[in-house]
């Protein structure tokens, strides 16, 4: 994640809750690698459920201080809509 939007953050977590446009949630852990914030466990999978493709853009806005909602545009800048029954339960966040 750039340094320009993490230093919003009042501490790096070890992990976040994603929550995207139908809000399906999902946890993922967090890294500190060379003072940069980067999405780790996780992460891997929501891409891959989401289909997310080289080209396609992804933007995050922070919530709460453990919740970011994810904004997922495909490569003709149309927002992509998933829906939660296809992924892994073991990663779906519970509330």
Not at 51 to 80: A, H, R, S, W
């Amino acid at each position: 994640m750039p340094p320009d939007f993490t230093k919003h953050f009042a501490a790096v977590l070890t992990e976040f809750k994603l929550k995207n446009n139908t809000d399906c949630s999902w946890w993922v852990t967090v890294k500190l690698m060379n003072d940069r914030v980067t999405l780790d466990q996780g992460w891997a999978t929501f891409v891959t459920v989401h289909q997310i493709n080289i080209g396609y853009m992804v933007t995050f806005k922070l919530l709460t201080p453990d919740t970011l909602k994810v904004f997922i545009f495909d490569d003709d800048g149309i927002e992509v809509v998933n829906k939660c029954g296809k992924h892994d339960e073991a990663f779906i966040a519970t509330d």
